[in-house]
């Protein structure tokens, strides 16, 4: 698509002396995809030879030579419509897909280094499903960066410092530390943070003991720091075996307490370059009536999370040099990263520009049967439980020998994923159990259902691959309109990475799983005439590629057989 409509703009700068630039913005498909495939509004060159526009348009198609892969132009009113050479486009379409493969749709274009933060739990506590969201949205955006060639670091700040542990050492104090055979120490861990806070209401020396492990912590003690890295050596154990569930991966796990020891030299330089200022005690930056005072350390000393974040900014821009770093951080948190920016340029930091905040908003519904919040492991397994019950019910023919379980954990996580990314982020999402496993709506099972029906027919076909993809064997509306899905694939990648908007990804593949469900209603390939059959079989298997290649974008493994 992207080829020809180049050669479109080319083509008709050549034949009216409009600038290029203003031409390709100009053109679009029409509204009624009746009346062609790409539409030149005239308006423009109606001006510059004194013409209303419908006569510029009956003029230009007059005159007007077709590029290769076009078929006819035709004046209606004031544009310009054209029709491509259907047969010649779906037979590049198919056999670009099939010879790109998995980089189809990958424009090569980048070359960037992005930092991406996302994820960031607290440890000492289990990974609620809160801190989803951030997951799923910024290792999808790490998957589509990729994709288009940067040079992409994941990165998961940790929430691992902070009065808490204190917290949570009281507690150990008192009623035990989680024993070697506990078989879910962070639910101990949890236990004792929460039983002691309880207690500082009834007893303020709680709360004396829990700051002066805090500031023990801070001060190197060699007690204080062996504990932290016991709870955070377990909560990591457990963060991992979720990730791995999900199939995340990280580039690094550099939390708050890796820079520790750093932010002093920030919080020099800021002294050192004037733009510093005490405010009852407290020390900061003034950074105007719409941002207000970036308070960097308390009255007592203590830091805050804007300290670390600058602290680490910087740190990240010294190893990695990168041109772009994404925060995948809830909307709330926009002041915040507004003033980290306006820090970094007030510090005349070279990355000041770089720093871009993904917000995001809430999820809501993600519960159990038991209505309560909900660690994210506890959430999953049942996810899997429903999916199983879902998968049975609603697919009747199952291949035999299938190994139901494991594709019920695939179907819950495609449920889960897609149910978030599937929506604009900016928006709150609300997740309901039916829906999501549904395997008739706008879903994860049903985009895998999908899949596997696209490689049952390649099982079941009896077909091979064609040498050369012949376009006259598939003149049917229906492959024209699949071939057309598939060739807008590059543009809802590139459309995806350019707004950090997953949900572009996810809306494109319902739309071609969609065109293809209604392909295979006419376009049957087990028992299609022979001259036929094998480019029917291409048609389809390309469209299997597109929508794997899609899923994978989204973290999602396609399912090859339900």
Request: proline fraction near 5%.
């Amino acid at each position: 698509m992207q080829e020809l409509r180049r050669a479109l703009v080319a083509a008709l700068a050549d034949a009216t002396g409009l600038d290029p630039e203003a031409i390709d913005g100009a053109v679009t498909p029409p509204r009624n995809p009746d009346h062609g495939d790409l539409a030149f509004p005239c308006f423009a060159l109606a001006r510059a030879r004194g013409q209303n526009p419908a006569q510029a348009a009956a003029a230009l198609a007059r005159t007007f030579v077709l590029p290769p892969g076009f078929a006819r132009a035709e004046a209606a009113g004031p544009y310009l419509n054209l029709r491509f050479d259907r047969t010649a486009f779906v037979a590049r379409v198919v056999s670009r897909v099939l010879a790109e493969g998995n980089r189809y749709g990958a424009s090569g274009t980048g070359g960037l280094t992005i930092v991406v933060d996302f994820s960031s739990p607290n440890i000492a506590k289990p990974f609620h499903v809160g801190h989803l969201r951030s997951t799923l949205i910024g290792w999808s955006l790490v998957r589509i960066l990729r994709f288009l060639g940067h040079t992409v670091i994941g990165i998961n700040h940790l929430g691992d410092w902070g009065t808490q542990f204190g917290y949570v050492h009281a507690g150990c104090r008192r009623w035990g530390r989680p024993p070697d055979d506990d078989p879910d120490p962070i639910e101990t861990l949890v236990d004792r943070y929460v039983r002691a806070t309880r207690l500082k209401d009834e007893d303020p020396a709680v709360e004396a003991e829990a700051r002066d492990f805090f500031r023990r912590l801070e001060a190197g003690d060699a007690e204080a720091t062996a504990f932290w890295e016991y709870a955070r050596a377990v909560s990591l154990e457990e963060f991992r075996t979720i990730y791995d569930r999900i199939g995340i991966r990280f580039d690094a796990f550099t939390g708050e307490a890796f820079f520790n020891d750093k932010m002093a030299a920030v919080l020099a330089e800021v002294e050192a370059k004037g733009i510093g200022e005490i405010s009852d005690g407290a020390f900061g930056v003034a950074l105007g009536e719409e941002l207000g005072f970036a308070l960097l350390r308390k009255a007592d000393g203590a830091t805050l999370y804007l300290t670390r974040d600058l602290t680490a900014v910087d740190y990240r821009y010294s190893t990695y040099r990168f041109d772009r770093v994404l925060y995948v951080v809830g909307a709330p948190q926009a002041l915040h990263f507004r003033q980290l920016g306006a820090l970094c340029a007030r510090l005349g930091k070279p990355y000041a520009d770089a720093i871009v905040h993904v917000p995001f908003g809430h999820v809501h519904g993600m519960r159990t049967r038991s209505g309560g919040a909900v660690a994210l492991k506890d959430f999953l397994e049942e996810a899997v439980e429903r999916a199983l019950t879902a998968f049975r019910e609603e697919v009747v023919k199952r291949p035999a020998g299938l190994d139901e379980r494991a594709v019920a954990e695939q179907i819950a996580l495609s449920a889960i994923l897609f149910n978030d990314l599937a929506r604009g982020r900016i928006k709150d999402v609300t997740f309901d159990w039916d829906e999501a496993l549904s395997f008739r709506g706008d879903t994860g099972p049903y985009l895998q259902y999908a899949h596997a029906r696209i490689n049952g027919i390649a099982l079941k076909a009896g077909a091979e691959l064609p040498v050369a993809v012949d376009g006259h064997r598939l003149a049917e509306d229906e492959a024209y309109q699949l071939a057309t899905q598939m060739s807008r694939f590059p543009e809802a990648v590139a459309r995806a990475a350019e707004t950090y908007e997953p949900s572009v990804v996810a809306g494109y593949l319902l739309e071609l799983a969609r065109t293809f469900s209604r392909s295979n209603e006419v376009l049957r390939v087990k028992d299609a005439p022979p001259e036929v059959k094998d480019h029917r079989f291409a048609l389809f298997v390309a469209c299997r590629q597109v929508l794997a290649s899609g899923l994978r974008l989204l973290g999602i493994e396609p399912i090859d057989r339900m």
